[in-house]
Nanobody, 122 residues
Protein backbone atom coordinates (compact mmCIF):
# COMPACT_ATOMS: atom_id res chain seq x y z
CA UNK A 1 0.00 0.00 0.00
CA UNK A 2 1.19 3.54 -0.79
CA UNK A 3 0.51 6.36 1.66
CA UNK A 4 0.40 10.11 1.07
CA UNK A 5 0.17 12.45 4.05
CA UNK A 6 -1.03 16.03 3.73
CA UNK A 7 -2.55 18.88 5.70
CA UNK A 8 0.43 20.16 7.64
CA UNK A 9 1.22 23.82 8.03
CA UNK A 10 1.96 26.70 10.37
CA UNK A 11 -0.52 27.41 13.16
CA UNK A 12 -0.53 29.43 16.36
CA UNK A 13 -0.61 27.75 19.74
CA UNK A 14 -4.16 26.81 20.62
CA UNK A 15 -5.12 26.37 16.99
CA UNK A 16 -6.17 23.30 15.03
CA UNK A 17 -5.09 21.33 11.99
CA UNK A 18 -6.41 18.21 10.32
CA UNK A 19 -3.96 15.86 8.69
CA UNK A 20 -5.00 13.39 6.01
CA UNK A 21 -3.36 10.21 4.84
CA UNK A 22 -4.58 8.86 1.51
CA UNK A 23 -3.88 5.22 0.70
CA UNK A 24 -3.67 3.48 -2.64
CA UNK A 25 -2.56 0.20 -4.11
CA UNK A 26 -4.24 -2.34 -1.85
CA UNK A 27 -7.42 -2.79 0.11
CA UNK A 28 -7.27 -0.02 2.68
CA UNK A 29 -9.66 -1.72 5.07
CA UNK A 30 -7.16 -4.55 5.63
CA UNK A 31 -4.82 -2.24 7.50
CA UNK A 32 -4.61 -0.71 10.92
CA UNK A 33 -3.24 2.82 10.67
CA UNK A 34 -0.98 4.88 12.84
CA UNK A 35 0.34 8.42 13.09
CA UNK A 36 3.85 9.19 14.30
CA UNK A 37 5.86 12.37 14.57
CA UNK A 38 9.50 13.30 14.61
CA UNK A 39 10.91 16.57 15.87
CA UNK A 40 14.43 17.74 14.93
CA UNK A 41 17.05 15.81 16.84
CA UNK A 42 14.51 13.44 18.37
CA UNK A 43 13.39 9.92 17.67
CA UNK A 44 10.17 9.19 15.86
CA UNK A 45 7.38 8.83 18.39
CA UNK A 46 3.93 7.32 18.39
CA UNK A 47 0.93 9.64 18.29
CA UNK A 48 -2.21 7.59 17.59
CA UNK A 49 -3.49 4.38 16.03
CA UNK A 50 -6.79 3.13 14.69
CA UNK A 51 -8.00 -0.38 13.93
CA UNK A 52 -8.87 -1.52 10.42
CA UNK A 53 -12.59 -1.01 11.00
CA UNK A 54 -12.21 2.21 12.97
CA UNK A 55 -13.77 0.65 16.02
CA UNK A 56 -10.65 0.93 18.13
CA UNK A 57 -8.38 3.91 18.77
CA UNK A 58 -5.26 4.34 20.84
CA UNK A 59 -3.36 7.51 21.77
CA UNK A 60 -0.10 8.63 23.26
CA UNK A 61 -0.61 10.28 26.63
CA UNK A 62 0.84 13.52 25.30
CA UNK A 63 -2.02 13.99 22.81
CA UNK A 64 -4.92 12.28 24.55
CA UNK A 65 -7.93 14.58 24.72
CA UNK A 66 -6.51 16.95 22.07
CA UNK A 67 -6.04 14.74 19.00
CA UNK A 68 -8.55 12.45 17.32
CA UNK A 69 -7.73 9.75 14.80
CA UNK A 70 -10.40 8.56 12.41
CA UNK A 71 -10.73 6.86 9.05
CA UNK A 72 -13.08 6.65 6.10
CA UNK A 73 -12.61 3.29 4.41
CA UNK A 74 -14.82 4.35 1.51
CA UNK A 75 -12.35 7.15 0.77
CA UNK A 76 -9.21 5.15 1.63
CA UNK A 77 -8.18 7.92 4.01
CA UNK A 78 -7.12 8.27 7.62
CA UNK A 79 -7.32 11.57 9.47
CA UNK A 80 -5.69 13.14 12.49
CA UNK A 81 -7.65 16.06 13.93
CA UNK A 82 -5.33 18.10 16.11
CA UNK A 83 -6.82 20.65 18.49
CA UNK A 84 -5.32 22.84 21.21
CA UNK A 85 -1.96 22.62 19.52
CA UNK A 86 1.17 23.39 21.50
CA UNK A 87 4.65 24.42 20.35
CA UNK A 88 5.90 21.01 21.48
CA UNK A 89 3.64 19.41 18.87
CA UNK A 90 5.94 20.85 16.18
CA UNK A 91 7.29 17.95 14.12
CA UNK A 92 7.08 16.12 10.84
CA UNK A 93 4.02 13.88 11.04
CA UNK A 94 3.99 10.49 9.33
CA UNK A 95 1.20 8.05 8.68
CA UNK A 96 1.88 4.33 8.68
CA UNK A 97 0.03 1.10 7.99
CA UNK A 98 0.27 -2.48 9.12
CA UNK A 99 -1.97 -5.47 9.65
CA UNK A 100 -1.96 -5.39 13.43
CA UNK A 101 -3.73 -2.75 15.52
CA UNK A 102 -2.42 -0.81 18.52
CA UNK A 103 1.23 -0.97 17.66
CA UNK A 104 3.23 1.97 18.99
CA UNK A 105 6.75 1.29 17.75
CA UNK A 106 7.83 2.53 14.32
CA UNK A 107 9.50 -0.82 13.63
CA UNK A 108 6.10 -2.50 13.88
CA UNK A 109 4.70 -0.69 10.85
CA UNK A 110 5.46 -1.98 7.41
CA UNK A 111 4.32 0.92 5.22
CA UNK A 112 5.01 4.65 5.59
CA UNK A 113 3.98 7.91 4.00
CA UNK A 114 6.42 10.72 3.26
CA UNK A 115 5.57 13.04 6.15
CA UNK A 116 3.99 16.47 6.49
CA UNK A 117 5.42 19.34 8.52
CA UNK A 118 3.43 20.79 11.41
CA UNK A 119 4.77 23.95 13.02
CA UNK A 120 3.10 25.49 16.06
CA UNK A 121 4.19 29.00 16.97
CA UNK A 122 3.96 30.36 20.51
Amino acid sequence: VQLQASGGGLVQAGGSLRLSCAASGRTFSWYAMGWFRQAPGKEREFVAAISSTGGGTYYADSVKGRFTISRDNAKNTTYLQMNSLKPEDTAVYYCAADFTYARSRPSEYRYWGQGTQVTVSS
